[in-house]
């Protein structure tokens, strides 16, 4: 495997790119690309003789330095790039090299996709484009001329705004963009061909008009209204919570159907995968929606927090992508349920982001090294990112916290920086010392929270200790103490919060919060005439494993009373885990402990008028089995399924008639349009169709039916044929036949009927998984397709992906070979569904262990070769 690249050989680049001038001469086939670099050496460079510009898959067709041809002595080529040799303190290069757009099945530089041209730079595309420092602290103003055929590239987009434009003989034409910031090489981007737009204005704050555009096929465009409706809604938040304007006089989006990722920053002309941009009401579902909604956001936040202030090193990846997150969440919570986003948000935390701390590629958010960067583009990265910044928003406040932004900005504004500049930029604008916040950054894991509580009935005195441990990874098998928040209520048995009155024992509380900065503290709180139920971490205040051991009462209570709605679904979790943990363990289910009061519990739960019915929905959601499975060892992923099942199966049963009502009375809602009443109406729907068909499905299967007949938007069909596939009722094969015929031209939907069937628990489910590989609607080409399919088989199918024999094993590992030879990228994220192989019982850890190493003894690229080693090697 490749030598790692290391946080602690960071050096300076050793030249300076004051500009970039690029001429493009565009076709399918080939391409040339004319570059003229103004380079002069950094002065805090290290001493050599030789340049090396990175380069790969280029053919050097001309190469001049101040406009001299340079002699085969003073230049080399290899696969790493270009290396001048003995280049002068200051002077422009000029290369031109060739490039095959068509061939390029990696998508990454430039590429084709469909009848258009675009590329995808970060993080190190753009070396597959021209000779460059491809480095994110090299910053240049970029200059760029495009030129093409008219009638096959009658769009031709770059970066900044087109300052030139003209026909040329022999039916060709061109367009000149010129971008007035300075940015990183990662961050450009073209887009040329057969695209039409739709076209908006947004007046900024200070009175300029933005032209906004979104650029698509035309099949798409008149379903990409939604988007362009949230790209102004995130301009006007982003300058009523940040007073962050944007910067130039137009604002592109471009919308592809083949894309490795969700969506790419490029300075001013973003690029989209299409299903983060084409949706609407009818052929997409609420959370289709909500996910356009927050990546257009997120790509638009980053103008400020990832271009204009852009990383230093791929190592400060989080700088950019945790901080944005963390803005998109708050977007997104703004526009809709607060409560509502923040429950999805930590289930997708514990979903994705847990097992990576807890697996064989557990890293910091700030890696310490790494060999392929494209691997790191993770849970941790992004989502725990995301979270360390809320606590910077926690400790400090939202006024202090947006202190702390605008002085970031005033300082870094049009640099490269690292996480300690945000850190540091955080205190000195609110005079704190937030120096220990560094060990979020570097210290893989997820914290162990421990709450254990005393309480002494005659002296009325409550006390609580609040410990801290982060398990052992891999180079760092000790761990130091990290700060964190903890709100903290106290309520009595009916359900009346308390009053807190703290004894002199411990640091004070602020705000009724600790900040938790040791290995453990204690605190005490006394005038209390009975034991209290204690409620800790609200709203999810730091991403930590809770254990905290409480009754089945005392649960009752927090679900009934929790005023904290991420607490109250907290409680609902963790009663569910106690009788699937129980049932897992070999109990019958009618001899769980506290199996009535739970009962009662959730019957109140849903006699609750006052609870908003997505949240609702939420506290019905039983914990997924990969969440189980973090908490567990030697996992039986069938034994694991079957008593979650059974537990859904008595809930449906219990809450029968209590379900039933909520179903038929949110019928109307349901029928609405995107806003809070309507989507929670559909979700506490499914919710409660989905308990009642597992409580008897001979009884409630035909509402399933029905409601693939009468459903009146996307996210009730989909759960329609999700319910009948999931369920194996009758009516699925007629619904997967016609939801194919009906869907048979929308790539998106198709991806959702391959996605349906991916993810089915029956008894059939690899046989279709097979079947649906050799079906036209699927290509190992297409990473969406990739992802709905192969993606969703090793995520979400659990028991079939895991099937004893080994089947779902070799399935996966057949498809997963055959995308990497196509696609790197997107296969070293597949490969990743193997890392937690040695948490399994012995009979799959061996399956797994053989796979793994059948995979490596193929033949991988280097990015799935990573992740593999990495899993193989772990102890």
């Known amino acids: 495997m490749t030598d790692p690249i290391r946080l602690a050989d960071y050096t300076p680049p050793p030249y300076v790119i004051d500009h970039v001038s690029l001429d493009f001469q565009l076709d399918f086939e080939q391409t040339e690309v004319d570059s003229r670099l103004r380079l002069r050496r950094h002065p805090d460079a290290l001493p050599g003789r030789e340049l090396l510009l990175h380069g790969e898959d280029l053919s050097l067709l001309a190469i001049a330095i101040d406009g001299q041809p340079l002699a085969p002595a003073q230049y080399a080529v290899s696969a790493e790039g270009l290396r001048l040799i003995d280049p002068p303190a200051e002077f422009e290069l000029h290369t031109r090299v060739r490039i095959h757009p068509a061939r390029n099945t990696r998508l990454e530089g430039l590429y084709q996709s469909s009848a258009f041209l675009l590329t995808q730079c970060e993080a190190e595309g753009f070396r597959r484009i021209t000779y460059f420092l491809d480095r994110p602290d090299v910053m240049a103003r970029f200059t760029v001329r495009l030129e093409a055929d008219q009638q096959q590239f009658p769009v031709l987009l770059s970066n900044g705004d087109d300052v030139a434009q003209g026909t040329l003989a022999n039916g060709r034409h061109f367009v000149q963009w010129q ?153 997104s919570a703004d526009q809709g349920s607060r409560a509502v986003k923040r429950i999805d948000d930590v289930r997708l935390l514990r979903a994705n982001q847990f097992p990576e701390d807890s697996g064989p590629f557990a890293h910091p958010v700030r890696p310490s090294e790494y060999v392929e960067i494209n691997n790191f583009y993770t849970a941790t990265v992004y989502e725990k990112g995301a979270e360390i910044v809320r606590l910077y928003e926690r400790v400090l406040g939202r006024e202090g916290f947006r202190r702390g932004m605008d002085l970031y900005f ?22 704190v010392d937030l120096s220990r916040f560094s060990r979020w950054y570097e210290q893989a894991g997820t914290p162990i929270l421990t709450v254990t509580e005393q309480f002494d009935s005659e002296r009325g005195v409550l006390t609580v200790q609040f410990s801290q441990e982060t398990p052992g990874t891999l180079g760092q098998a000790d761990k130091l103490p990290v700060p964190i928040p903890i709100p903290i209520a106290l309520y009595r048995q009916d359900g009346l919060r308390l009053p807190l009155q703290q004894r002199d024992v411990g640091p004070p509380l602020a705000g009724a919060m600790l900040v938790l ?30 254990r905290h051991r409480q ?12 005023q904290d709605p991420f607490c109250r679904f907290e409680a609902a979790q963790n009663l569910g885990e106690h009788l699937i943990q129980s049932v897992y363990a070999g109990q019958a289910l009618d001899a769980v402990s506290g199996l009535a009061e739970i009962g009662r519990a959730f019957k109140a739960l849903c006699a609750d008028a006052g609870l908003d019915p997505a949240v609702l929905a939420e506290c019905l959601n039983l914990p997924d089995e990969a969440y189980l499975s973090e908490r567990m060892q030697a ?34 809602s349901a029928g609405g349009g995107f806003d809070a009443p309507s989507t929670a109406a559909r979700r506490i729907r499914h919710r409660a169709l989905a308990l009642l068909i597992a409580g008897d499905a001979t009884r409630h299967g035909a509402l399933a039916s029905e409601l693939a007949v009468t459903a009146r938007n996307m996210t009730e069909r989909l759960a329609a044929l999700s319910l009948l596939v999931h369920f194996g009722l009758a009516d699925q094969e007629a619904a997967l036949a016609q939801f194919y015929q009906q869907y048979e031209d929308d790539p ?128």
Request: hydrophobic share 40%; with cysteine; charged share 25%.
């Open 179 to 331: 971008d007035p910031w300075p940015k990183p090489s990662y961050l450009f981007a073209i887009a040329a061909g057969a695209l039409g737009h739709i076209e908006d204005y947004f007046r900024t704050r200070s009175g300029r008009d933005v032209r906004l555009r979104i650029y698509a096929e035309p099949r798409a465009l008149p379903r990409s209204w939604f988007a362009l409706d949230a790209l102004k809604r995130s301009m006007r938040w982003d300058e009523a919570r940040y007073g962050l304007e944007y910067d130039l006089d137009q604002f592109n989006i471009v919308a592809t159907y083949d894309f490795n990722m969700g969506a790419m920053e490029n300075k001013s002309l973003n690029i989209f995968n299409a299903k983060a941009i084409v949706a609407d009401l009818e052929r997409a579902t609420d959370a289709d929606l909500t996910y356009v909604e927050a990546v257009v956001a997120h790509e638009y936040f980053h103008n400020w927090t990832g271009n204009r202030v852009t990383c230093r090193d791929w190592f400060q990846l989080s700088l950019k992508e945790g901080l944005t997150v963390y803005r998109d969440q708050e977007f």
């Open 410 to 431: 005033q300082r870094h504004d049009g640099q490269a920086v690292t996480t300690d500049d945000f850190r540091a930029a955080m205190a000195d604008a609110n005079g």
């Open 517 to 546: 900065t040791e290995a453990s503290q204690t605190l005490q709180f006394d005038g209390l005439q009975e034991k209290p139920v204690l409620s800790v971490l609200h709203d999810f205040s730091a991403p930590v494993a809770l």
């Open 551 to 562: 009754s089945v009462a005392e649960l009752s209570v927090r679900l009934g009373f929790e």
């Open 635 to 668: 996992i039986d992923p069938s034994r694991l399924f079957h008593a979650r099942q059974a537990v859904a199966t008595w809930l449906g049963q219990q809450l029968e008639g209590a379900l039933l009502q909520h179903y038929h009375r949110e019928a109307q």
């Open 748 to 875: 998106l939907l198709l991806d959702k009927w391959l996605s349906v069937q991916a993810s089915s628990p029956q008894p059939d489910a690899l046989s279709r998984v097979r079947a649906l590989l050799k079906h036209p609607a699927y290509t190992h080409r297409n990473p969406n397709k990739v992802r709905a399919l192969i993606g969703t088989f090793g995520r979400l199918n659990r028991l079939h992906f895991h099937a004893a024999d080994g089947s779902g094993y070799a399935l996966y590992a057949d498809a997963l070979q055959a995308v990497d030879a196509l696609n790197p990228q997107v296969a070293a994220r597949l490969s990743a569904a193997f890392n937690g192989w040695r948490r399994f019982e012995p009979l799959r850890q061996e399956a797994m262990r053989r796979t793994l190493q059948r995979l490596l003894q193929a033949g991988l690229s280097k990015d799935s070769a990573e992740i593999v080693t990495k899993a193989l090697e772990a102890s």
